[in-house]
């Protein structure tokens, strides 16, 4: 996870504890990252006291236009501007469950348990050169010798890992397509591949095609994150 990342988690309160200890260290030991979340803070606050202070000018003109009304009728003005009010705030905080935000919160890049490294000085075929690359994070590179060792071997878990290249490199829309092909073949990662379709799903923008593949994963309760996949729909 990035200090981005760990960022938008923090306004999400989605950190894990460790994750905590790690923002808590970077606060108070990295001054870019410290003013980093001091913009953030002040934009937020910013943002949601121009919204506030536009609706209480609203009400005020509300108010004024029934100044002659009875007390009980003034009652039910003031009671009524507290619950707009308190909407705003409601509202605000939704905003926080964007599906941008939301993938930030959730994803993480999935680890390669496919195809484990041994690190020799032998030679590397083509699927261990995509995968040392897969690993060091190098995803670009990782994408081209994927798609060799696929072309060569066939093995449609490499699919799966190419959908996560492309979500590392910010091409979800790639992302999506190659997730929908890899399901086709329904081998022991199709599971794991409908967690992170709905996330990419959610990266391009398009929540009730992520909403859909969430429900198919918490109709299987043993399926892969079913609990994160019932909760995350519970925000969207």
């Known amino acids: 996870m990035n200090n981005n990342e760990l960022i938008t988690n923090y306004f999400l309160n989605r950190l894990s504890p460790e994750e905590q200890d790690r923002f808590?260290?970077?606060?108070?030991?990295?001054?870019?990252?410290?003013e980093q979340v001091a913009f953030e803070t002040k934009l937020k606050?910013?943002?949601?006291?121009?919204?506030?202070?536009?609706?209480?000018e609203e009400l005020?003109?509300?108010?004024?236009?029934?100044?002659?009304?009875?007390?009980?009728?003034?009652?039910y003005l003031a009671a009524a501007s507290v619950v707009v009010l308190i909407a705003v705030g409601f509202f605000w905080n939704k905003n926080d469950n964007s599906p941008e935000k939301l993938f930030a919160a959730y994803y993480q890049t999935a680890s390669n348990t496919s195809h484990p490294i041994v690190r020799d000085n032998g030679t590397q075929n083509a699927t261990t050169k995509a995968f040392v690359a897969y690993e060091m994070g190098l995803y670009q590179e990782a994408l081209g010798l994927l798609e060799s060792a696929y072309a060569s071997s066939n093995n449609p878990e490499l699919?799966?890992?190419?959908?996560?290249?492309?979500?590392?490199?910010n091409e979800p829309a790639m992302?999506?397509?190659?997730f929908q092909k890899h399901l086709k073949?329904?081998?022991?990662?199709?599971?794991k591949s409908k967690w992170y379709l709905a996330l990419?799903?959610?990266k391009v923008g398009d929540k009730r095609q992520a909403k859909n593949v969430l429900?198919?994963?918490?109709?299987?309760?043993?399926?892969?994150?079913?609990?994160?996949a019932k909760e995350l729909l519970a925000r969207l």
């Open 215 to 228: 429900d198919q994963i918490v109709i299987e309760p043993n399926s892969y994150n079913s609990a994160k």
């Open 185 to 191: 073949f329904g081998d022991r990662l199709k599971e």
């Open 60 to 75: 005020k003109k509300i108010e004024q236009g029934v100044s002659n009304k009875t007390n009980t009728t003034k009652w």
């Open 24 to 34: 808590d260290y970077l606060l108070q030991n990295d001054e870019e990252f410290r």
């Open 159 to 169: 699919l799966f890992y190419k959908a996560i290249c492309y979500l590392q490199n």
């Open 175 to 178: 992302a999506v397509e190659t």
């Open 45 to 56: 606050k910013s943002i949601y006291q121009s919204e506030h202070e536009s609706l209480k």
């Open 200 to 202: 990419a799903y959610l």
